[in-house]
């Protein structure tokens, strides 16, 4: 029965040291806003950013393909009959699709 009392002396001696690591046991990992989760959300903030980015160079470089595009009829014309699969009036066009 000593080790125990010794024991309870010793919390009650040391209680706000205990209420102090449960509250940073609880903020740190426990809660639902915990900085743990708080990380994790800056993490994939940051991952979304980068994708953000990565999609801007991409959205520019179309741009500047479509105002390429735009300035020669040619062009256009090779990317539809490409692309989308187009044809003139007086010709065939036949698809081979690779199967994989």
């Given amino acids: 029965m000593a080790p125990l009392a ?8 040391h209680k706000y040291l ?11 990992l ?10 994790q959300l800056h993490q994939r903030n940051q991952e979304m950013i980068e994708q953000i980015a990565n999609y801007d160079k991409q959205y520019e470089a179309d741009s500047e393909r479509m105002r390429e595009l735009s300035q020669s009829p040619k062009a256009v014309e090779d990317v539809a009959r490409v692309s989308l699969v187009m044809k003139k009036d007086n010709e065939d066009v036949y698809l081979i699709e690779e199967q994989k």
């Fill in 18 to 28: 205990f209420t102090i690591a449960f509250f940073l046991l609880v903020v740190g």
């Fill in 30 to 39: 426990l809660d639902n806003n915990s900085l743990f989760y708080r990380y």
């Fill in 6 to 13: 010794n024991i309870g002396r010793f919390v009650l001696k």
